[in-house]
């Protein structure tokens, strides 16, 4: 499958273990982590350059004060030393993975679900509820076809999501019309569907797209324009009456402080969706939603981009706006397992002590293969 911009036909992920000396139910505690789905492993970075760092560091420094759980922030400050400020590329989800891991672990530890270690790491309430969520799909097939399109859409719908986001811009405007068409005759309203064109429109392209899905009054247009054009998403909030979805592809608080200083995002209106899993993890999302908020923005305009477990946890913790879902892509890591409620546009998290993600069965296998190595 691809979107506007790339095949996925040859991605690969970085899935992390972190092994403690705890031993429960006759087995070593163990934290997963995954860096974001959709882009390429780091198997290089971590292995030759972040986890011999954090082997080697005093294990007293990777501790938090009481010493009964690991402290996020000083391993990923251990894991990037050495590092130079800025270049905030394909290392930043080789930490995302690694540092997503410690969480898990931590949670464990606690006998807890991730969400709840969450919420209290960052002083928000730890109460279970469900957070609304979108299913994201309607990817470029090479039999591509409207009837392959509506099946998709109509299947998400099924299993119990109002919310839907189709890809755009990978075909020519007539042709991504007439998959609108179909979007919203599933979706049922405008509201209910979100477009996404990956970052692949030039200026007049961007500006020709959404004044042809301006009536449309959708949810969202998702990354128009190259994501570091503070400029033309400037131009494009000033022109274009829609919210305008942005932020998976900045992977730094200083990243998300010069969208909101330049790119013309809107309070109230726009739509952030940094992603823990690209952004050396959840220490520096947590500091891009403190970031967003002492600018005015509030936390339920983010939406992790991501559609899986981790970011699910991670929307709950925080109390943000909601989440995506990856159904029917990305397997076996996207989407969430059958015991995950999910109900008129809404979803639950589990109460399996972490992420859970050994309750999706067609994960557990890789997740043992990791275990059995250890």
Known sequence: MANAVVSFSDH??????????????????????????????????????????????????LLNENGHQFDAAAIAQTAMQNEKPGGHGDRASALGALELAVWDLNAK?????????????????????????????????????????????????????DGLKMKVGGASLDEDLGRIEVGLEVAGDGKLLAVDANGRFEKKAAFAFADAIAPLDLRWLEEPGDPLDYQLNRELTEAYSGAIATGENLFSRADA?????????????????????????????????????????????????????????IAVGLELGGCEAYPGVFQPFGGYPAACKIEQGLVWPTDAPGFGLEQKDELREDLQLLRDNM
């Open 12 to 61: 690969t992920v970085s899935l992390v273990a972190l092994v403690s000396d705890q031993i429960r139910n006759g087995q070593y505690v163990m934290g997963f982590g995954f860096n974001s789905i959709g882009r390429y492993g780091q198997s290089g970075i971590l292995r030759e350059r972040m986890i011999p760092r954090i082997l080697s560091a005093d294990s007293e420094s």
């Open 109 to 161: 530890l606690a006998d807890e679900p991730a969400y709840v270690t969450i919420a209290k790491a960052f002083g928000r309430n730890p109460e279970f509820h469900a957070t609304p969520v979108y299913a994201a799909g309607g990817y470029y097939y090479p039999d591509d076809s409207i009837a392959g399109l509506r099946n998709e859409l109509e299947g998400y719908r099924k299993m119990g999501f």
């Open 257 to 313: 402080h010069n969208l909101i200083r330049f790119g013309g995002m809107r309070q109230g209106k726009d739509i952030f969706q940094m992603d823990a899993g690209l952004s050396y993890g959840l220490t520096e999302y947590a500091g891009m939603i403190a970031t967003l908020e002492a600018e005015g923005f509030h936390r339920t305009q983010c939406y992790p981009h991501g559609g899986h477990l981790i970011n699910l946890h």
